[in-house]
């Protein structure tokens, strides 16, 4: 299997997650623009994520309670954290599944973009850039992946793909990553 082919579990089914996983130290490189579905003025692109500190988080399905924890987790963490984290959920879903995220939760102050809104172009960028894509799927997988000025600091994909990111182990490893001067090569 290749270094673009990696495998994760769905429940009891093995799927295949496509793209390079990124490795701390390594800048965000390509391009790609993500339409906007919540609490956002403009799409999503590659040089919004080069400007601070910057969580994003992917989301295969709104709908499932893996993912509406992840959403949930990391904005209470996230904000409790630090008030110069800034957290972006990019989800496969279309922009009308996040106003379940606005019906239940309207105190989640993150931003969301919809990936299947996207032109097939910067979806395929995403993704490969991300690592989260999804053989013979139009879902992504569950990750977290923290950046400072363009570099990735921390990157989780977890190999479960049924559970949610461990949000709290994630922000610490940031936390400790920040500290021994790791955001950037």
Known sequence: MDSTRRQAQLGTQTIHLTGIVPAPGERLRGKFVIPAARRADRPLTAEDLCRGVIVVST???IHKHACLSQIVDLDERGRALS??????????????????????HPNIQAAGYSL?????????????????????????????FALQD????????????????????????????????????
């Open 59 to 61: 989301i295969p399905n």
């Open 83 to 104: 008030e110069q984290l800034r957290i972006v959920h990019v989800s496969a879903d279309h922009e009308s599944h996040w106003q379940e995220v606005d019906q239940f």
């Open 150 to 185: 363009g570099y990735f600091v921390e990157v989780d994909i977890p190999h479960d793909q049924m559970r949610a990111a461990e949000v709290s182990g994630f922000l610490d490893r940031v936390i400790r990553a920040k500290g021994r001067g790791r955001q950037k090569v």
């Open 116 to 144: 299947c809104s996207a032109d097939a172009a910067s979806r395929e960028a995403f993704v490969t850039m991300f690592g989260v894509g999804v053989e013979g799927h139009h879902r992504i997988a569950h990750g977290l």
